[in-house]
């Protein structure tokens, strides 16, 4: 079973605007990851946080871990119509597996 | 380098037929996983391998075998396909467990 959700399922918002995802999860975790999937394609990992790191940057992509609320974020900021996907977070524990939810889709409009 | 491919991209089952879906990578990756994707939901993990010639159960392994003879290589077979098997099907390979998963195209498999 998957242990906890992305929280929106479905976000539309206008080019240039921001997009938020939260993750939120129930065990302890190694690491928190985040995949971006297009429409018919594999999952593409976008970014890796530890459990001991609380914020990360790549590009224009924040992810932050709050883990004595067993959740995280994603910010996608200045967000472009090839944001259009959807975003997947893992979490990584001490089972040899990631344990993904269900993912949001986001939708760019230009 | 290929990255982690996926053969056939996409099959036509009838109930009761079998099926070989392959998996390859070039990454010299240990670990190799067996996804499922159903429309609105997530990934579901059917089988891994953490080496050759060793595989373990996921969370939705039922109606499914793996072997790992080979490192670069996880096969995926359905003996008996049923209808709740069409999906989409993802492998994916990392170097170790919790880390960075690289997933390949998928297999959209439908079973009628």
């Known amino acids: 079973s998957q242990q906890g959700e992305e929280d929106p399922q479905a976000l539309s918002i206008q080019e240039g605007e921001n997009a938020t995802m939260n993750c939120s999860y129930k065990?302890?975790?190694?690491?928190l990851q985040w995949y971006r999937q297009n429409s018919g394609r594999g999952l593409v990992h976008l970014i890796l946080?530890?459990?001991?790191?609380r914020e990360k940057h790549s590009g224009r992509l924040r992810v932050t871990l709050d883990t004595s609320k067993k959740s995280s974020s994603l910010l996608i900021t200045a967000s472009r119509a090839a944001d259009t996907a959807s975003y997947f977070c893992a979490r990584g524990g001490s089972a040899r597996q990631l344990t993904f939810g269900s993912g949001t889709q986001l939708t760019v409009l230009p | 380098n290929a990255g982690v491919t996926q053969t056939p991209k996409f099959r036509v089952l009838k109930t009761g037929q079998s099926m070989t879906l392959l998996c390859a990578q070039d990454?010299?990756?240990?670990?190799m996983y067996w996804y499922r994707q159903d429309p609105g939901m997530g990934l579901r993990l059917i089988h891994y391998?953490?080496?050759?010639?060793?595989?373990a159960k996921g969370e939705v392994p039922d109606g499914y075998n793996v072997s790992r003879l080979k490192k670069q290589n996880f096969l995926l077979g359905l003996e008996s396909a049923a209808p709740s098997q069409t999906s989409v099907y993802f492998c994916?390979?990392?170097?170790?467990?919790?880390?960075?998963?690289?997933f390949g195209p998928g297999t959209r498999l439908l079973v009628l």
């Open positions: 946080i530890r459990s001991n790191e």
């Open positions: 990454m010299n990756h240990e670990y």
């Open positions: 065990t302890s975790i190694n690491n």
């Open positions: 391998s953490v080496g050759e010639g060793t595989t």
């Open positions: 994916a390979s990392s170097y170790t467990s919790v880390e960075t998963q690289y």
